[in-house]
């Protein structure tokens, strides 16, 4: 595989403060495959209700969540964190009380 020299260089993004992208990453690839959509058209800041989830594909990204990062969640955890964002920030605030223990 070789990378062409005259690629255009990608603009670095920092998350904000508190935002973790490999958890934010790894929620919206599960989320766009339980919506049968590619990642790229999952906006972060969208309501996971505007894409038309329902009950169990958040059911089933709560299992995931629960199986991936060993953190027990409340199976609304997609209505009540209504956004990738929403869900990323309470993930990482729950691994930080995790962790801190």
């Known amino acids: ?8 260089t990608a603009e670095v993004q920092h998350p904000p403060p508190g935002r973790t992208p490999d958890l934010e990453g ?4 599960r989320v766009a495959f339980h919506l ?3 990642p790229r058209e999952i906006d972060p800041d969208t309501p996971l209700a505007d894409y038309g989830i329902d ?3 958040a059911i089933s990204i709560c299992g995931e969540i629960e199986e991936h990062f060993r953190l027990a969640v409340a ?10 964002h929403a869900i ?14």
Do not use: F, K
Request: charge should be negative; avoid cysteine.
């Open 26 to 29: 790894w929620l919206t690839e």
């Open 88 to 101: 990323g920030g309470h993930l990482a605030e729950l691994l930080r009380l995790r962790d801190a223990s």
């Open 75 to 84: 199976l609304t955890v997609a209505y009540d964190y209504p956004t990738v």
């Open 1 to 8: 595989m070789s990378i062409a020299h005259d690629a255009p």
């Open 55 to 57: 009950s169990v594909a």
């Open 36 to 38: 049968h959509r590619s």
